[in-house]
């Protein structure tokens, strides 16, 4: 909506309530769009609500309360997750944890686990100094190792795309760190002690599972001064967060900063945040006044991360595509909660990029008592440096069930093209004819979505000048 058109509509609305008169902040992604004057009532708010926009309040303490609130909200969410994860014992700090098999139906751990990677997953403290990463050659296999700070901003990700597949040693050093990294490593510096490194190897299927654990086996993780002394002989879930009350989350917030401070750039946020008493790395003890005027505070703003999450991509056939710069935020705090209220690890577009869809052509919903094609025409297959996936999962987000054990197709799989290089994918739950059985993706009786995956994607995507075709109900 263009700058203009909206202020005449916020105009309108304002001119029949019957509220007092407030200033107003309308809000996008964190900037100021509008500012003015007029009369503010709750059919107001619904209706800004439904223009997309995040919740405009007045500039109370109140109203500060709710930013500040989606401000720490991926913050906390993550060192939740870290501490449910270290109470594992599958998880140590400072060293790998790598999953060995491929998803099946019977897994209920994370929604959509993708069917083309293994991860290796570390929790990393620098508080106790810098840590070398060291991978090894991977002879032209896909890999990447997405870095996250405290904060859920993806900091570094090396890998295929970015750093090649050679064997390669990367120092990460944090926000105290004071030393010149050793020559031939690459410095990697996050702004907060606290890292989570997503590493994704490619795998080709259950017969490609051994040559992929042999290269996870030498993905090694050390304090810098260990990998010195070895080089020397050599050359010799989260959902704790919303049910904290407004007080509760302030006085975490303000007790998990101080080993994982604030982003230079959000100052102009934390002197705002100042009014209601919250300072980074100072315990919160706010007034009784503020603590009324917060009470609310964690209901508004749950509502309005989820209500950014609901509306983050845009539609195109069908497909919701995110195409939105995720991982590096900036000060655009509100899509920063949106993507860890969805699932903290989000990669970079530049990386991955993820359309999904659980409706036809249509719009009504997959389900198993239709057949479908997912149709290709000649050179519009996914434009991919790395490669592609199609998915399939229930509708509750896990791997559905089905006998040929097949959840997802592959681009490099030996798939059936047509006599003009078109490619048809067969989305059904019975089998089609014995010609089409290379391209067919097993679906269950109810109903079900799809994710198609596209690794180091082209621009073309990041563009929108290439989609995914609709999902097309077979006649």
């Known amino acids: 909506m263009a700058l203009r058109s909206l202020k ?6 304002c001119q029949g309530a019957t509220a ?3 200033q107003i902040n309308l809000r996008i992604l964190g900037g100021v769009l509008v500012r003015g004057m007029g009369k503010l009532s709750w059919e107001w708010l619904v209706i800004v609500s ?18 500040a609130y989606i401000y720490g909200y991926p913050l906390l969410l993550m060192k939740d997750m870290e501490r449910k994860t270290l109470r594992e014992s599958k998880f140590s700090i400072n060293q790998f944890y790598h999953e060995r098999n491929l998803p099946t139906p019977g897994d209920r751990g994370d929604l959509r686990p993708n069917d083309d990677t293994l991860y290796s997953v570390a929790w990393v403290d620098l508080s106790g100094g810098p840590m070398v990463l060291q991978v090894p050659d991977t002879e032209g296999r896909y890999y990447i190792m997405q870095m996250l700070d405290a904060w859920t901003h993806v900091f570094a990700n090396p890998g295929a795309r970015t750093t090649g597949t050679e064997a390669q040693s990367f120092v990460i050093l944090g926000p105290d760190a004071s030393i010149d990294p050793p020559a031939g490593v690459t410095a990697l510096f996050s702004p907060t002690n606290l890292v989570r490194i997503l590493g994704r190897t490619q795998v080709n299927g259950e017969t490609d599972l051994e040559s992929v654990h042999k290269i996870q086996d030498r993905y090694r993780l050390m304090p810098l001064n260990e990998w010195r002394q070895r080089a020397r002989q050599s050359a010799a879930p989260s959902q704790e967060v919303p049910r904290f009350s407004a007080l509760e989350f302030f006085q975490e917030l303000s007790w998990v900063t101080r080993e994982d401070p604030p982003h230079a750039n959000d100052q102009p946020a934390l002197q705002r945040f100042e009014e209601i008493g919250f300072v980074p790395q100072v315990d919160y003890a706010p007034s009784e006044q503020v603590k009324r005027a917060i009470q609310t505070a964690p209901t508004i703003a749950l509502r309005a991360i989820a209500r950014r999450a609901a509306r983050l991509g845009r539609h195109v056939n069908g497909w919701r595509m995110i195409l939105e710069s995720i991982g590096e935020y900036g000060t655009r705090y509100l899509d920063r909660a949106a993507v860890a209220f969805e699932g903290i690890g989000a990669n970079l577009v530049d990386d991955e990029v993820d359309p999904a869809t659980s409706v036809d052509s249509f719009g009504r919903p997959l389900e198993g008592l239709h057949d479908y094609v997912l149709h290709f025409n000649p050179g519009q297959t996914p434009p991919v440096s790395a490669f592609w996936s199609l998915t399939l999962y229930g509708a509750d987000g896990y791997l559905a069930v089905n006998d040929r054990h097949r959840y997802a197709i592959h681009g490099d799989d030996p798939l059936r093209l047509n006599a003009d290089g ?3 994918l067969y989305i059904q739950n019975v089998a089609p004819a014995a010609e089409k059985l290379s391209n ?4 269950p009786p109810g109903r079900f979505q799809l994710v198609l995956r596209l690794y180091s994607p082209r621009e073309a995507v990041l563009n929108v000048d290439w989609a995914p075709p609709p999902v097309v109900e077979a006649r």
Request: hydrophobic letters at 55%; aromatic letters at 6%.
């Open 422 to 424: 078109s490619l048809d």
């Open 50 to 67: 439904a223009m997309g926009l995040a919740p405009a309040y007045a500039d109370s303490l109140q109203s500060i309360a709710v930013d």
């Open 8 to 13: 005449v509509e916020a105009r309108l609305l």
């Open 20 to 22: 007092p008169r407030l």
């Open 440 to 443: 067919w993706l097993p679906a």
